[in-house]
């Protein structure tokens, strides 16, 4: 079995480890709310996590829905939440050109 890391969580080991956070990056305080919910829920019971969120949520099914913060303040919230809750962070790039700023 192939396994790999994303940040300091292991994948295709043979545990569960959860991938979980909002569909769509909304503030500062809810993804950190939400992100120490998580982490602790899942500390608890002893499970690996990452938080998974999008700065832009482009499939939405009303041109009207909010899409989120944008690139640069929706990044700028994910990397809070890798620095403060600890926890390894991944998201959603919609065109090659996002690439570098997501990474």
């Given at each position: 079995m192939n396994s790999f890391q994303v940040g300091d969580v292991t994948f295709g080991d043979g545990r569960l480890t959860v991938i979980a956070g909002p569909c769509v990056v909304e503030s500062i305080d809810h993804a950190m709310m939400l992100a120490r919910a998580l982490s602790a829920s899942c500390?608890?019971?002893g499970l690996e996590f990452?938080?998974?969120?999008?700065?832009?949520k482009a499939n939405r099914s009303s041109a009207r829905s909010f899409r989120g913060p944008g690139m640069r303040a929706g990044l700028d919230i994910l990397d809070c939440v890798r620095k403060e809750i600890g926890v390894p962070v991944l998201t959603d790039v919609h065109d090659i050109s996002q690439i570098e700023a997501a990474g």
């Open positions: 500390r608890r019971v990452v938080y998974k969120s999008t700065y832009d």
